[in-house]
Nanobody
């Protein structure tokens, strides 16, 4: 199967920066989309940003201009650079990938989540 391991969460003051990384391992033929979602307390999980194999990105309006998503397909990793963090960015951030394990089989994989806490 496929596993995702996230790193980089933590506590940061408002206005600061954090960098989240997610690495995939296991039975990987190809990784299609890579992305980050987040879930704040009492709220639904929402898309933060995603990136296709071709490099096209989709970034939530709430973080546009502050967060940047990038990928290294050779290393099966995706990174979320978060700048100018706001209190409202506090959430558990989840890595998500659509992984092809063969030419004919794909599956959606989630990371375990990493907590980002922004303080005033």
């Amino acid at each position: 199967q496929v596993q995702l391991v996230e790193s980089g969460g933590g506590l940061v003051q408002a206005g600061g920066s954090l960098r989240l990384s997610c690495a995939a391992s296991g039975s990987i033929f190809r990784i299609n989309t890579m992305g980050w979602y987040r879930q704040a307390p009492g709220k639904q999980r929402e898309l933060v940003a995603m990136i296709t194999r071709g490099g096209r990105t989709n970034v939530a309006d709430s973080v546009k201009g502050r967060f940047t998503i990038s990928r290294d397909s050779a290393k099966n990793t995706v990174t979320l650079q978060m700048n100018s963090l706001e209190l409202e960015d506090t959430a558990v951030y989840y890595c998500n990938m659509e992984v092809s394990t063969s030419i004919t089989r794909s599956l959606e994989v989630w990371g375990q989540g990493t907590l980002v806490t922004v303080s005033s």
